[in-house]
């Protein structure tokens, strides 16, 4: 036998010695003035086209701050980004990587629950982690000694912002569509209808998808039937575009909620019936000399292109809060850079001002404006209508 | 074949020691030279090849495949973590848990076998269905099995917090229970296959006709792998609650089925070809991994290229499969692999060897 | 009663699809016992091939034909660098490989085009509807509806009056023998993976037509969706694969329509559990196909 167990082992020895050695490679490769930002991230699985915006965000934030000579104006900042392909396990083995390559301060995907075993991995290396865009408000409690953070205000305060608008627009009687894939997915209709409930509304139907489906026929059939005055819709892209496009084939002409996950402009691709729809997401003032519009020009100067979508200052948002941590705590020690980002108040992000101090949603998760756009269709451009925060949100469970 | 003899448990006893002892020496290996990434790649490996041989036991046997097993590993996980997991987290992530879910917070052991006996029972149950199956039905249907239970866990929000993670899972597999449980999985893997069941049962998958003309009952032989692998596959996913410490249904899904199935189907149709498919796909695995994020310092930038590692492994499986198609070790187990080697480098030796065997 | 007529259509419109998929599927595994996992990539290969063509302004029947003509090109290298070598491979071996196939595929794709889905802007008459009463009907079903009728109507014409397509048939029944009437094996695997690329580039069209994006993964769904077909209907059988994609299709819709929105979250398991029932009543399918000791594996 050529292929026997024996050379399969001498291979073993080879792969495991030859990984060593890059380990200590990439070891000697970091400088001691650094502040190493780990990044267990979706490269290449469903997760990725959150996660790819948000890497260039972050790319623009650390050039701004390195440009400067660093936080504090010594401390260059680093990332290092690796492929966990959204695998809760491996996601936990890159973390761990990550950490004996010096990280000091370790970012997870964009789904709370799938980077769970990565963050608490974490958290017991005393070091704090943040999801880069994952919403699931229980995320954060469930790291434990708070070294768990959320870059966004959670599914439940979307949730309640979107069912406030629906009731001051008036709307009666909702239809939700959403999935048990994922937390985020029912997490925020559930909010949704929550919140709606408690403003007099009514839930008149609920429809569940799995994520990856593609025929949305028969929910759109009832959803067009029923007597609903407002469609919310959970799903993102390309779940999302799907759901739209069989809603237009079947004439409907309610008005529709939609959901931060799909502000991309992969949404566009869903057509006519985007002008019915409003969504919710980040972002809060824009106007000319805010930190929204220098980071549109510094991504433009960078790359060549308007920022494609949120995400990516998103992205920016979390390296600015993390770099202010730092600052303020004047040490790159987890504990100390934990503690101070619990305190963060009032912090410019590219979305708004972030504050993670005393947070009224739940310890160790941001509150941030949202923003309602409506959709640009000719221009494929979002429009801001308003921005806010719900009064009242459900508690986190 | 030996196997026919009085003792043929005696060579099961021998190939699983051989088995254990190459496993062994890759653990003291790694245990002395490597990382504690390396450490963490080994156990997850170790946990793969319980959960491979078991499939295996149910697979190479029956020459049926099986894409549900991942099923079993999951009820084998949420089965024994509901009952390890921290009160206190209970209290909050499953509020409206029956109580003696909620307060119970038992040893590893106890709780491993209340995941085994799930999975058992279940396999029990539906076991009949898939067993007079083969083929691609076989495949479909085991693939709705694991679909079953990914659905039913993730709608299960009461009990295991639904498709959201289910945390506070006491961190209790360790290098010693990984070794000991995987023994335990070999020595039983292979008397089950040197039995007289499994070896009826394999007749049968090379030549139908003439094993049943054999007297050999094709879906009574195949129930009790179908049982066993279950078993097996349980411990796999108790032994990966314990060692994640929060699980999700989306962890026991298409992903890890299909890298079980090619790590079975690469390696071969013995136990040995599942531990080595399993380390064959891992180590390519790992040093495409470690490739991609090396070379991201580099000038040579692949960590830019997502999707590449991917397409290599899975190009190399191609080959694999296509060079071998009866995978690395086709259908032999250690002991037979190292008498073959004996054999060819002693051309001269061969009949005398024969005649002792006969 | 409208509700119930519009759900009709949903279903034999997604039926269509199905039996499409699934006659593609069934092809390649009545001729060679080829469960083929990479068909869905086969589709995705059409999809990208219509985004790209379409992006770049081609006329929407070039870029049908395109699309088409790159899934059959894509059967062929496939065919030709991975399932040659294996003609006498175990099944089980050759449902593996195009397994792997399928994420080398799927790999590739994300490659070259990310994981960012991809929209594809197919011209606006796919969208036309005309009212029924109070009822809207799509254009686009009925045309799927009818050319699915064409091809299967054209397809038997095509098994049953060509030379290559009465050696098809003679092949999927007993290919040895067909080998020693003095017909190339070569020719014939040939023939077949042009008829599945086929049956995937047309029911890429459909699905795309539907749904508006294309991603790397796209053609897992539709693939999972044919190999239930195939397998509930009985594998092997080209007629089987087509009711089989229809009872499919109306088993989702059927259980989506008039279950409560209590089961809705389960839909997928209940799919699944019928198809189960449906194997356990009769393994070989619905159409119990007589099991060769070649499929018994």
Redesign the interface.
């Known amino acids: 036998m050529k292929n026997s167990t024996a050379s399969t082992i001498k291979r073993a020895g080879i792969g495991l010695a030859a990984a060593t050695a890059m380990m200590a490679w990439s070891l000697a490769a970091h400088a001691e003035d650094t502040y190493k930002i780990g990044w267990a991230s979706d490269k290449s699985n469903y997760l990725s086209f959150v996660d790819e915006p948000l890497a260039k965000g972050m790319e623009v934030a650390i050039d701004e701050i390195n440009a400067k000579g660093g936080i504090g104006g010594k401390m260059k900042i680093e990332l290092d980004r690796r492929d966990m392909k959204s695998d809760p396990m491996l996601g936990a083995t890159v973390v761990q990587e990550l950490i004996a390559a010096g990280a000091k301060f370790i970012v997870t995907t964009c789904d709370t629950d799938v980077s769970l075993p990565g963050a608490q991995m974490a958290a017991k290396a005393s070091l704090p982690v943040m999801s880069s865009c994952g919403a699931d408000a229980a995320g954060p409690s469930q790291v434990p000694d708070g070294y768990g953070f959320l870059n966004v205000p959670g599914s439940l305060t979307q949730g309640a912002f979107l069912a406030e608008y629906a009731a001051a627009q008036g709307y009666k009687k909702a239809f939700t569509l959403k999935s048990k894939s994922e937390g985020y997915t029912h997490t925020l209709a559930n909010a949704f209808e929550e919140r709606f409930k408690e403003l007099g509304g009514e839930i008149v139907g609920q429809a569940f998808y799995t994520l990856g489906d593609s025929s949305y026929r028969v929910t759109a059939t009832k959803m067009v039937d029923s007597d609903a005055d407002v469609i919310m819709s959970n799903a993102f892209p390309s779940d999302s575009t799907a759901f739209l496009k069989d809603m237009e084939r079947l004439g409907n002409t309610k008005p529709l909620l939609l959901v931060d996950g799909n502000d991309t402009p992969v949404i566009f691709d869903a057509g006519k019936q985007l002008a019915l729809s409003v969504m919710a997401t980040y972002g809060g003032d824009r106007s000319p000399g805010s930190t929204f519009s220098k980071f549109e020009e510094e991504y433009r100067a960078k790359f060549g292109a308007d920022p494609d979508s949120l995400q990516t200052a998103l992205g920016y948002d979390l390296v600015i809060a993390v770099a202010a941590a730092v600052e303020a705590a004047g040490s790159t020690d987890g504990p100390a850079v934990r503690d101070a980002l619990h305190n963060l108040d009032n912090v410019h992000g590219a979305t708004g001002l972030i504050t993670y101090k005393d947070s009224p949603i739940g310890k160790g998760i941001p509150k941030k404006d949202y923003a309602l756009v409506k959709f640009d269709l000719d221009n494929k451009k979002f429009i801001t209508l308003s921005t806010g925060f719900p009064e009242k949100f459900p508690p986190v469970k | 074949m030996s196997m026919l003899s009085g003792k043929w448990w005696k060579q099961s006893l021998v190939g699983s020691a051989l088995l254990l002892a190459i496993l062994l020496a890759i653990v003291a290996i790694v245990a002395l030279a490597g990382s504690t990434t390396d450490m963490r790649i080994l156990m997850v490996f170790l946990i793969n090849v319980i959960a491979a041989i078991s499939l295996q036991t149910y697979a190479g046997n029956s020459g049926n495949i099986s894409f549900g097993h991942v099923g079993f590993m999951a009820l084998g996980a949420y089965g024994s973590a509901l009952f390890t997991a921290d009160p206190a987290i209970k209290a909050i992530g499953i509020p409206d848990a029956p109580a003696f879910i909620r307060e119970a917070q038992i040893s590893f052991l106890p709780a491993m076998l209340i995941g085994t006996v799930i999975a058992v029972a279940v396999a029990a149950a539906i076991g009949r269905v898939f067993v007079r199956l083969s083929g691609a039905a076989a495949a479909v249907a085991t693939l709705g099995f694991m679909v079953i239970v990914y659905t039913l866990l993730s709608n299960a929000e009461q009990l295991t917090r639904g498709s959201k993670a289910f945390s506070g899972i006491p961190e209790y597999t360790t290098l010693g229970w990984c070794v000991a449980l995987l023994a335990l999985t070999i020595v039983v893997a292979r008397l089950l296959r040197d039995s007289n069941t499994g070896l009826g049962l394999r007749a049968c998958a090379d030549d139908p006709i003439a094993g049943q003309a054999a007297g050999v009952d094709i879906l009574n032989s195949r129930y009790v792998m179908w049982v066993a692998s279950a078993a097996g596959a349980a411990i796999a996913g108790a032994l990966y609650a314990h060692y994640i410490g929060a699980i999700l249904p989306k962890a026991f899904h298409f992903e890890l089925t299909f890298v079980l199935v090619t790590m079975v189907i690469v390696g071969g149709r013995s136990i040995t070809g599942a531990v080595a498919g399993a380390a064959l796909i891992t180590i390519l695995t790992e040093v495409l991994r470690r490739l991609e994020n090396g070379f991201s310092i580099g000038s040579i930038n692949l960590s830019e290229a997502p999707g590449l590692t991917t397409a290599v492994l899975a190009l190399m499986i191609v080959a694999t499969l296509t060079i071998r198609p009866q995978g690395l070790v086709s259908r032999w187990e250690i002991e037979e692999l190292l008498q073959r080697w004996q054999l060819r480098q002693k051309p001269q030796a061969s009949a005398r060897t024969e005649e002792n065997h006969a | 009663m409208q509700?119930a007529f519009?759900?009709f259509i949903?279903a034999l419109?997604?039926g269509s699809i199905y039996a499409l998929v699934a006659l593609g599927v069934a092809i390649l595994?009545s001729i060679l016992?080829l469960?083929n996992f990479a068909h869905g990539e086969l589709m995705t290969t059409a999809g990208f091939t219509l985004y790209m063509t379409l992006a770049s302004g081609w006329n929407w029947v070039l870029a049908v034909i395109a699309a088409i003509a790159a899934s059959v090109v894509a059967a062929l290298i496939l065919e030709r660098v991975?399932y040659r070598?294996?003609r006498?491979?175990?099944?089980?071996?050759l449902?593996?490989?195009s397994?792997?196939?399928s994420?080398?595929l799927?790999?590739?794709?994300?490659?070259t085009f990310?994981?960012?889905?991809k929209?594809?802007e197919l011209p606006a008459f796919v969208?036309a509807?005309f009212r029924i009463g109070g009822m809207?009907v799509?254009w686009?079903d009925i045309a799927i509806i009818l050319i699915t009728a064409a091809i299967v109507f054209g397809l038997t014409l095509f098994l049953r009056k060509t030379v290559i397509g009465l050696a098809l048939r003679s092949a999927a029944d007993d290919f040895q023998t067909t080998r020693l009437m003095g017909v190339k094996a070569n020719a014939l695997f040939v023939g077949a993976f042009v008829l599945s690329g086929m049956l995937a580039g047309i029911a890429a069209l459909f699905?795309f037509a539907?749904?508006?994006?294309v991603?790397?993964?796209?053609g897992?769904?539709?693939m999972?969706k044919g190999?239930?077909a195939?397998?509930i209907g009985g594998?092997g059988s080209l007629p089987a694969a087509i009711v089989g994609g229809f009872l499919l299709a109306f088993l989702?819709?059927g259980s989506?329509?008039l279950l409560s929105?209590n089961f809705?979250?389960?839909?997928?398991?209940i799919v699944?559990?019928i198809?189960?029932v449906i194997?356990?009543w009769r393994?070989?399918?619905i159409f119990g196909v007589r099991?060769t000791?070649e499929?018994?594996?």
Not at chain 3, 88 to 93: D, G, M, R
Not at chain 3, 215 to 218: I, K, T
């Open positions: 509700l519009q759900q949903n419109s997604l595994f016992r469960a991975a070598r294996l006498n491979a175990q099944p089980l071996t449902l593996m490989t397994f792997a196939v994420v080398a799927q790999s590739i794709f994300l490659l990310g994981a960012r889905p929209g594809i969208d509807s809207r799509q686009l699905y539907t749904v508006p994006n991603v790397p993964s796209s897992f769904e539709p999972l190999f239930i195939c397998v594998l989702e819709v989506d329509a929105d809705s979250p389960y839909l997928d398991a699944f559990l198809a189960i194997l356990r393994p070989g399918g099991l000791a499929q018994r594996v």
